[in-house]
């Protein structure tokens, strides 16, 4: 049955805590795969982005098919739970393969074996995140509550991320990287395997969603575009990470060959995330006293602030990316938070039009916008800097530093402020969803009644 009133803390971290080291699995993916496979093991950049794209493309037809399966099993564990279990082997085993390369592969077999673990990986990674993430919209249907679900996931990802900055580092230090990659991720894997294990022993699913997902997975996905505020969400995410993709993929060629401090990767990443876990608990009572819209809208202008400023970096401007990151993780925080919300009450809005309750299609849409956009980003900047003549460990030429930085801050300043632009047109507000879910719960009562005894 559904929470009324504060859902208790206990239970979010359960749900919570398998995300530190999801969060460590995709972050050191989405930063260090292209570096580790160019700078280690010595794959062309062109050929990397063109896989990362390719995996993308392959999700356009897992993420589809997570979420309509995952809406439509029907367990006496519930729906979402043994999705999370059956998610362990893959997920552990995808991450191995993309940091633990036989040593014995020649070129062709390396760039083979690369595209088979990156491609698994990310679907792998669906098999988790879709089911995980409609729990947790399903979890409470109090308004402001989800923020605060969403806002602990958020921190827990994050702090994930953080552990993976860490290993990226001694990896990169280590006389033998590709041993050190190679025993992180044996150890990553298991300790992920584990927190997965345990969140789906420990949660408990609502009865009531039971056997209410859609009819057909064609039908659920043309019902996620149908609805005119899921609609503009997918839009605006698509451009949104289009943009947001370029921290992770060229923040170390951006520390390497624009600021040539390497070594610092790592703390100017770092100033990202402690600012964004750091501002997470101002953001949800400003969320309640300005409302979601505002404060995301306010948030991507302060993003794009952040990426618009780093065209102006130089050689040793160690304090000016150090400013501008942790200006862009204070700012990445809201949206990591309230995005996750408002998709909650945009199905709620779904469940009012069509009377199911689609969590797994809703989720695995919005993933596969975030996936999509990531992946062309990735294409995008490797063929980008295999044209301007990149060079990996050679002092690079004035052009190829100029597609760098403006690959950096230009794209993504455009990208978010088109994002800000679109989201303005967004209309579900905390008034419209409360008129919403008023008529939800007359109509679980109405079932409850008719229910027969017994």
């Not at 390396?110 to 491609?119: E, H």
Request: net charge neutral; hydrophobic share 50%; charged share 15%.
């Amino acid at each position: 049955m559904p929470v009324v009133g504060r859902l208790p803390f206990p239970v979010i971290m359960n749900f919570a805590a398998p995300t530190l080291g999801v969060g460590f699995m995709f972050f050191l993916v989405a930063l260090y795969a292209m570096p580790f496979a160019t700078e280690v093991l010595g794959i062309a950049p062109g050929v990397m982005g063109t896989i990362f794209f390719v995996s993308r493309l392959w999700d356009a037809v897992t993420d589809p098919v997570a979420g309509y399966l995952s809406d439509r099993t029907s367990s006496r564990f519930g729906r979402r739970r043994p999705w999370l279990a059956a998610s362990v082997l893959p997920v552990g085993a995808a991450f191995i393969a993309v940091f633990h390369p036989p040593d014995f592969l020649d070129a062709a077999a390396l760039v083979v074996w690369m595209a088979v673990g990156v491609i698994a990986f990310y679907t792998s990674m669906t098999v988790f995140i879709v089911p995980h993430t409609a729990l947790g919209a399903e979890l409470t249907d109090d308004y402001h509550d989800r923020t605060r679900i969403f806002a602990t996931r958020h921190v827990t990802w994050t702090a994930g991320s953080v552990l993976a900055l860490a290993g990226m580092q001694v990896i990169i230090d280590a006389d033998a990287p590709r041993s050190a990659a190679a025993f992180q991720a044996w150890g990553v894997a298991g300790a992920t395997g584990l927190l997965i294990l345990l969140a789906a022993w420990r949660l408990r699913e609502r009865a009531d969603y039971q056997g209410r997902g859609g009819a057909s997975s064609l039908r659920s996905f043309r019902d996620v575009w149908a609805n005119p505020h899921a609609r503009l969400l997918l839009i605006v995410f698509v451009i949104e990470n289009l943009g947001a993709a370029t921290i992770g993929i060229l923040t170390f060629y951006v520390a390497k060959y624009i600021i040539g401090r390497v070594d610092l990767t790592w703390f100017f990443i770092l100033c990202y995330m402690f600012a964004s876990i750091g501002f997470t608990p101002i953001w949800l009572p400003l969320s309640r006293r300005f409302g979601k819209k505002p404060l995301w809208i306010f948030s991507m202008l302060l993003t794009s602030l952040a990426f618009g400023g780093m065209f102006f970096l130089t050689e040793g401007a160690v304090l000016l990316i150090s400013v501008l990151a942790a200006l862009g993780g204070t700012a990445a925080s809201c949206g990591a938070m309230v995005g996750p919300s408002i998709q909650a009450d945009v199905i709620d809005y779904d469940e009012y039009t069509t009377g199911e309750r689609k969590e797994g299609a809703y989720f695995a849409a919005w993933n596969f916008a975030f996936k999509c956009a990531t992946g062309t980003t990735l294409m995008l900047t490797g063929w980008v800097l295999q044209y301007v003549g990149f060079e990996s460990g050679v002092e690079q030429s004035e052009q190829t530093k100029l597609a760098i930085i403006s690959l950096y801050s230009l794209f993504p300043l455009v990208c978010y402020l088109l994002g800000t632009f679109l989201f303005t047109r967004f209309s579900l507000g905390e008034a419209e969803h409360r008129r919403i879910r008023a008529a939800l719960d007359e109509r679980r009562i109405e079932r409850i009644g008719s229910t027969p005894a017994g």
